[in-house]
């Protein structure tokens, strides 16, 4: 099973432990994800349901193609990252 991991960043504002959930999209594994964890899907996705302009998503490395509708094929072993953008000063 894919499993989906949080910056420490995020975790300072909403609980996320590191999981393994089902799915072979991006939605299927968010879905699966925030099932149990509503508060966390608020943090990482908008009302639309699309990530937030301040979040990024990583399957196994490499930038998601797919913001709006997280169509990005997930690979069963893969390790999905997610990141909250921030800025310097």
Avoid at 35 to 48: F, I, K, M, S, W
Wanted: proline letters at 3%; hydrophobic letters at 35%; one cysteine or more.
């Amino acid at each position: 099973m894919p499993s989906v991991r949080f910056t420490r960043n995020i975790q300072r504002h909403v609980s996320c432990p590191t999981l393994e959930v089902e799915g072979t999209t991006l939605r299927e594994v968010f879905d699966a994800y925030f099932t149990a964890n509503e508060q966390a899907r608020g943090y990482v996705l908008d009302d639309r349901g699309r990530l937030r302009k301040h979040m990024a998503a990583f399957i196994d490395g490499r930038q998601i193609d797919d913001r709006e509708s997280l169509s990005d094929a997930v690979p069963a072993t893969a390790v999905v990252d997610i990141v909250q953008s921030l800025s310097g000063g």
